[in-house]
């Protein structure tokens, strides 16, 4: 229910999605037969954030803050069973139109954001570093961040007997 908004560019954007075959040699054939085992995909891009003021710097940190959060999981104290449980850190992402917002026979859900869960971030912290505001405030002012998506299907992916999408895989809308 939350919505955390970057300011900033983005860079490299690489959507990669494999499809999965499993090879199978049959004697007295001399090429091999595939059988389709599924498909994954991922999605990589490259966040550069500059923060041009104290306050600035300051969203900017808090957001990374919560951004890391969603990397691990939320804990809950589940009363049917009596013990605390993790809760996977499941989020929607957006990026402008070509992920989110839909078209034409989307899912609502998918307006909101493409499902699915961070893999990983790597930060690089570059200067120059605040050093107006003062002690504790110490840091670089130029954050890049290298974000790893998997994308997970809100509803089942590819086309029905008629050749027609079952789930969208951008937003743009053509």
Not at 50 to 73: F, H, Q, R, S, V
Not at 133 to 158: F, Q
């Amino acid at each position: 229910g939350k919505y955390l908004t970057f300011r900033g560019y983005i860079d490299d954007i690489n959507d990669t999605v494999n499809s999965s075959w499993n090879e199978t040699q049959y004697i007295g054939r001399s090429e091999a037969v595939y059988t389709y085992q599924g498909a994954s995909r991922d999605i990589n891009f490259t966040m550069k954030l500059y923060a041009m003021n104290p306050l600035e710097l300051d969203k900017i940190y808090e957001k990374l803050d919560y951004l890391t959060n969603l990397c691990y999981p939320q804990y809950y104290k589940d009363k049917a069973v009596g013990f605390t449980r993790p809760k996977p850190p499941l989020v929607r992402m957006r990026l402008g139109e070509l992920y989110g917002e839909g078209r034409e026979g989307t899912p609502p859900d998918y307006k909101d954001g493409v499902l699915g869960f961070i893999q990983s971030i790597n930060y690089s912290f570059e200067g120059p570093w605040e050093a107006v505001i003062g002690e504790g405030h110490r840091v670089p002012r130029h954050i890049t961040a290298n974000i790893s998506y998997k994308p997970l299907s809100d509803r089942v992916p590819g086309m029905d007997s008629n050749g027609r999408l079952l789930t969208p895989h951008f937003g743009y809308k053509y």
